[in-house]
């Protein structure tokens, strides 16, 4: 079972896709840019994340809380249990 999204990663969602088509078109023209990777993604999605003013973080933090609510209504006996790495 999956476990719900937290504020970042809701924001994550909404934006990755604006930010690798608008990367995707300055690797056109600046041969510099080519090659980005996951980390760069996250790294860049994070610097927006960061400079979002507080009212649109406050906007993903209540959708996360009502996707946490959803959650333990379709599983309400699941409980998270992280496994330890061997």
């Not at 999956?2 to 896709?17: E, I, S, T, V, W």
């Not at 930010?19 to 090659?35: F, H, N, P, Q, Y």
Request: proline fraction near 7%; glycine fraction near 2%.
């Amino acid at each position: 079972i999956p476990r719900p999204c937290n504020a970042f990663m809701l924001y994550r969602k909404d934006h990755q896709p604006q930010l690798v088509e608008t990367l995707r078109d300055l690797a056109k023209t600046c041969t510099s840019i080519g090659g980005r990777s996951s980390k760069d993604f996250s790294s860049a999605i994070a610097q927006m994340w960061h400079a979002e003013p507080e009212e649109v973080r406050e906007q993903y933090r209540h959708r996360a809380k009502e996707e946490r609510e959803q959650y333990k209504i379709l599983y309400p006996e699941y409980k998270y249990s992280p496994h330890a790495k061997k």
